[in-house]
């Protein structure tokens, strides 16, 4: 055998499967749900690389669900249309023509291009909204001082669509709208959407990916991990701020709500998730149960 | 027993309930396929007539699968955003933006008024286009003389995604838009696209819902029932003509494909589905093999 | 759409029909359990209308059981074989004699042409005695002061048999006759073995087919609600006496055994179970817990 | 291990029980089809000794599905009804008032006493006619000059109903009834109907036990072994002649239809099944495609 | 039937089958785990006859699980090979070379035989050990004095291996071999692991075969039942001592880990299996909770 | 963006899985047949290597089947035991003593240390040979001058010991040994044996892992893709000799036996196996039909 000198590029591409090889048994059979917005959905790229991702996740026995937000799209058509956006609290002020305009952007324009991209991929994905199968119940948001109009808060979720996509083989891709008792659409936040998703499927896992590193120190250096009880300190310490703060609260629910960890990702790294998943590394920070 | 006298009123509801007796039994566990469109889209006594029909299929046993279409409504949206729409042989010009107009009619408005009606009247629904799960893989149309961008034609149907909602208790609700091998969007004609549909799960039934009363002979009294044959001989000698001729021919292939029958109904008499399929009376033309 | 006028016959039929879906949706996948007995089964056209009866329940996904009588039917048999009828207590004295006569016109003649009626109604009916499959197992009834022969108790349900019949498609119909534990036959009152069976397969319904209009009033108005501690006053006032107190006490232990509820129909009114089961009014005397 | 002496009775029994093996394993999950009737059934000793061979072939895995008769005891009811008997080539003139008797008779009395006898064996039997679950559906049987009334031929086996009560771990028990297209009941004979069923459940054997020790030779040794050539040799000889004719055509029809043996054999012998089943010497006749 | 004389051998048969009857009722779809050794496994007649009973067993529905012993084989061949063999408190000191040849002699011959002795007799073994599918997770076993080497403990049993091959209609073949959290192999003691794998597979018995009759009083005479209680009396006062000990002990563990009851049975008895299960009479000594 | 740089391991690793995601797709489900042997069984890190591979397989959705040799080993035991070694054309002369010790070399020591280090890759193994299930049915190998003695020809495969320890999330390995019809052993070519597995199984791949880089040409340039009119002129023109040819034989055979493509493979490559399926690059020679 001493003349047997293995390629080091392929020896490194086998490294890779095999350091892979716990995670796949960990997480064979478990559903994960990911938040998908900011840049890597408006990078065609990133865009291309994300729907490999899930499609991967999927083809190794993990059950990706995928919801999407949409308001920087939903803004452009709004303008476009020559209607104003106006803002509370940093939820948007949604009257019934703004509802329509937005359904139409999130269910009918973002949520069939990432079906679209996962089908290049070469996986198949069913897209919907919250009001499919009456997958998310609704009702109207209360706001101290304004009607915030079709704002809406989570009442229900019944995951049997989801489930029964999942079970087929396919990826469920959610835009986050919600359904009233009437049967009116609600505009849900799709951050807060995810992280409900992620408690009524029992997820091992849920993603937000965002467009910054993670969270960071006040050095600049990213924490990779953290509990519910290190986050409150740094909130009140004021390291975090901002958006931020909303978006380590949904990890906190969700991890209080069962789900194993919560995972704040940067969407601007190609393939962050796969290596978050399937390597030792990491990427992002990731919020757990201390 | 003499003095026992039955509230005719209620004698005839159990006649009726009776009466539907031995179509229930016939058509327990199959499918129907239905093109859903014009004027019972647009009224909503209507639409809320059909939701309901829709709805009680469902909960006796049959698989009903909804196909809508939207031209109108396509039409209004390309207007108020300023686009002309240019027809060639009665098939609408489909450049990219047009195509991103009409996914969105389709996908995020029309599709989901559908699902919401279907929720107010206590099913579930799910609203998806033939992207999702690569329901309906299409190509371009081919033309003689004129490009017509995004128009495509039916290349093959895959209903996993069908059976899947319809085995889950769900309700499908598809808009007539294709998958091109690139994962790009094809505008398809809803009636052929149920047609295609009807063959492709095995339907007993397919419903293709318009303005009309039926298929008149040239005394306007409606033809309750008509053969491939008879059909030929209708076109020949003028009797039919103008948008009956691809609607007839629509049934004439879904027959020929395996539906046992295909049937033309007058989408604006309330629940117009009910009585042809519950009741001895039937209602508008049914094309079945001779 | 002005000039359209729906056939108003039509149209109430199709109101019918859409009357009865949120009763198609409550029951389904439910159990019935009916004791038919009195002038429904004596008269060919209302045994027909309540073997459609049953058979549309079967079609619409409900799970009926049928349990019936045929005390006079005994009777006329033991007369024309000489054999005198003895009574204590509205209870027959039951030798072996007179329980052999019993069997066989219980579950050789009346079994067998309900199974018949339901086969020319288009369902599919399997007649069988509380001893088939050991249904019921029953032990002697004892009495203060007669021995009552072979009428017996019922000590213990196995409804395996009839879920085995219900699921695969079709219509238990069940002698009032039990098993004891040398093999030996027991003389079952079937109104309280179709109370025993609703409680065993967690019926949603039982009904119990009488010859009267129902509980009525001292002003013989039908009192269409009742609950077991109303039932109790009009037993203390003396406006219900006679067979009717335990036919009651039947409803009553089924509705306090987890039965939703029980109902005392007229077995006379043609179709009465439809109207009952299906339509806004109702018909005969609901007893549920308060 | 010199000092070792078994007990020869233990041991004896040791090798039965390992004698049963081969066939044990042979006939796992097959369906055996008995038509039991004759001395067999009158004898309490033996009916009990037939109930637990019948419950030994389920308890090892072996579908038995018992098929009786009872001409004496409709003739002895008819008899005590004053009705006379009439009888054409053998069949039993049956008009409405005789078909009522015999069906009270079979399936009211005869056959829940099988029923019994089985439960008391401690097995589960469901006792049925072809009535039950539309199992056989007759026509009027058609004879050169006489008119026999009610008397059946078989047009159609559904064996769903047995198939049902065998998978729920029960045995089914049939009475020769036979139902027509408008829910008449028609009489038909037992040993026809046995093999009727055997055919239609793909049963391994055909049992048919009748008062005699199988078919003998000139000689009345007993023929242990016969294909259907050597049996017409026998009829034109005239060895067989009599009431063995008809039941050995039954045999022939069954495993000419795929019954793989049919048997005749001697019902007085206390366990003849047992013997023929689970031993090397076997019993009766057994007729196999040469 | 005067003149009707049955066979009394075949009669005798008959009712040995017959009285097998309630046997096979009560113990189908059990466990029994067996372990075999001694006399039984070196004599190939006795050899045979296990195996048949094995089979038998399976024919009627019950599941064996078989472990085998080997000390005496395995002696011989370290002897064969010049290796000494050593004791500590009748554990063998299993060191490294020891153990290579201990399961080169259990699960590549003893284990074996056993399979193509179930084979002859017509059932189909799956050899084992408790490496296999991580049946038996083991530690080494801690002594006082003496460092034993790879003798293990039993830490963990996980039987989907067993089930899943009983329930393909297998027959599990178990060497006494455990694997530790390196994967390295450990010599477990055979009746040891039988007792465990009774426990964790929820046995309805334990047997263990030996060469001797049973557990004997002072007089030699055959103890048939015991209880745990009994078995300390009897261990107090000297009537059972030596091996015996050990083996009772696991027979009191089995039966108090859930075990319905335990035996020691004579494995020089052929088919004493066999006469212990399905006859009155029984075998051996029956250790049950009092 | 412009200030994010992905660290370039990572990313590489990414690219990785990414690379492996349409092989993922492509044999999700299929079944692998491996013959393990030379080299890699002997070297500890590579057969780690083998063992992780295996069990990376199983974690993404391919069944492997091992099937290893042993020939060197069971010389050595040989040789340590006396005995002398025969060869007839490359078959081990296999007399009774002989094969008694490679059974124990093949089924108790080989086999199980292939089991215990999947064990500590993460895995479950169930080590069986051909006799176990009955999986291979042997019978003695003709030779026309010599006697091979327990030299076995594969008879008949059923596999339903395979597919019931894949489908239990297990994985088989399986010493090549076949059991004759009297339940002797016979020895069987292991690189015959995964070939007959492979058909039988119907799997997608047949690996034969060896001590060479593969098929090489005169220039000793590796072969990558080859079909068996192709192979047969190799042989003929002398560029492959000695084992090659019978190993290349068995790819011919499996390929034409339906399996999708054979290959031989260098074991000693570490995870060669992992860069041939989830790799562009692939290794090895592929044998596929032209």
Known sequence: MTDYRPDPALLAKAETLTEALPYLQRYAGSTFVVKYGGHAMGDPELARDFA???VLLKAVGINPVVVHGGGPQIGAMLKASGVESKFVDGLRVTDEATMKVAEMVLSGQINKEIVA????????AVGISGKDGRLVTATKMKHPTHDLGLVGEIDHV???VLDTISRAGMIPVVAPIGIGKD???YNIN???MAGFLAIATGAERLFLLTDVAGVLDKQKALLTDLTPSQINLLQTDGTISGGMIPK???CIDAVEGGVDAAVILDGRVPHAMLIEIFTKQGA???VRLG
């Not at 991209?117 to 198949?124: S, Y």
Request: charged share 25%; glycine share 16%.
């Open 284 to 286: 992002g920070t990731l």
């Open 248 to 250: 380590l609260q949904t």
């Open 183 to 185: 049967g009116e659409s």
């Open 158 to 160: 019944d995951t049997t």
């Open 190 to 192: 799709a951050d807060t």
């Open 52 to 54: 490999e991702d899930v």
């Open 117 to 124: 991209w996962i089908a290049r991929a070469g996986g198949r």
